[in-house]
């Protein structure tokens, strides 16, 4: 049986956290952003919960543009 070194246990949870980043971003961004279209605010927070990795990085490419244009 192989274990793994600390480095190898780093490496691994950079691989597995390094992606939830612009998800938990984008959570913040949008519990923070004031809008008079609360509508998009929530499909902006239905997509990000609801498809993690991807949506938090639509969210940081599409939606803060999005949200500004309404505030």
């Known amino acids: 049986m192989h274990s793994l070194s600390s480095s190898q246990w780093a490496l691994l949870i950079i691989i597995l956290f390094l992606p939830m980043v612009p998800t938990f971003w984008a959570i913040i961004d949008v519990a923070k952003r004031e809008t008079s279209a609360i ?9 990000v919960v609801l498809i993690p990795c991807i949506g938090g990085i639509f969210y940081l490419l599409l939606g ?8």
């Open 64 to 71: 803060r543009r999005s949200l500004a244009k309404r505030a």
């Open 39 to 47: 509508y998009l605010k929530f499909f902006w927070f239905a997509l």
